[in-house]
């Protein structure tokens, strides 16, 4: 979210004089989170609060801006800390218990961020995005069935249900409605570009899982020599697994766990269609475990790792 703009600012200020020193650190801690430069807004927020002249409101943004500066540089107590402070001055505040409730549960908290979740909905109950969090929450709590409800409460209260999204089409597939998944995934993969090449695997996946056979005629325009093209391979039939795990090893650190993460789960996936629980089961595992939470296959990993353990 970008921060409140220079205008706004003086506006806020009208009734409540406050330092000039203290309104340019604000405004120049602003403008470096706009900037994405957080280690700098900090700096700012820091100099503009240590002053102790900032009206309420303004106190405010410069706590929350600062807790969402000090996320990004996974500053995650410190971040706990200013959205508290920002809820003491904007008691239910839904935007900082939402924020707030992100931050607990990236140090491990996840009551608190239960329980921050669960004030926001009581405040807000018709925002499906809350819903939603929670929904990862709960697979975190192990608590499975509680995140497909609330993945389901998220679906009905979108308000308008775009066929071509595939987020959307991962939420039906999390909830067991692979009808609509597959609408969802075939047209987002009928874009044709090449970022629809993931819209295409999971379209691929939800197309086997019904029974059906693999879409080659909805393929994107992609050199399937580039990542992720041997997992596409291994669905056509043009690549066995073990192609694909040496593919998913190329690349920098980074890169190539990430790419290790999907081959372990999409290769999973393949092993279940073609019934080898076992090697499913062991894959599958490992992408819930090694896949990092903002991957789309993490939350249906988790999933079905459950599924698969019982």
Known sequence: MKSIGLAALMALTVAA???????DNLN???QLYNLGQWTGAVEQFDKALAADDLAPSLRFIAHFDRAQSRMRLSQFGSAIEDYSASLALRPGEVQVLTSRASAYAATGKLEQAAADLDSAIAARPKLGFIYGMRAALNIKRGQTEKSREDMKTSLALLPERDSGSS????????VGQLDDAEKNFSDAADKKDPHAIYAWLWYALTEVRLGK????????????KNWPGPIANLFLGNA????????????????????VCEANFYVGEWLLHHRDQAGARSLIGKA????PTNFIEWMPAQMDQAGLSQ
């Open 288 to 291: 819930a475990s090694d896949c």
């Open 17 to 23: 004089p406050v330092n000039a020193a203290s309104y």
């Open 167 to 174: 987020g959307i089409g991962i939420a039906n597939w999390i």
């Open 240 to 259: 066995a697994q073990d192609t694909v795990f040496a593919a998913a090893a190329q690349g920098e650190a980074n890169a190539a766990n990430g790419q």
């Open 28 to 30: 120049a801690g602003i």
């Open 213 to 224: 056979a693999v879409p080659r005629r909805s393929l994107p325009d992609f050199d399937l």
